[in-house]
């Protein structure tokens, strides 16, 4: 079991993600980190719609990936994780999530402010 990739990306699961890297990589797990998208049902389900057959997905807060990053507690042997914002990876990382190397994605203007 190997986190092949770690990215932070907007789009999270997309076009890019899935045909390339997946391939190139040959992940056969998906873990997408972002609390609000984690709560969001119609949301995960538009997610799982983009996986190619077979994959294993899901959608956990920054403190539920930081546990599973910290216990190994991953289910396939080639893991690709996606942080949808900044602010979702550095929540991980103050939680005890060790990310090594970071490819950065899609990063866009939200206007949004506060402490990063």
Known sequence: MAVEMFRIDERMLHGQVMTTFSKVLNIDEY????????????????????????????VVSPETFAKIDKENDYWGEHTFVVFRYLEDCLAAIKAGAEVKKLTVGGMYSRGREGEV
């Open 31 to 58: 873990i997408v980190v972002n609390t609000e998208v984690s709560k969001d049902e119609q949301q995960r389900a538009l997610l799982e719609l983009a996986l190619p057959p077979g994959a294993d997905f899901d």
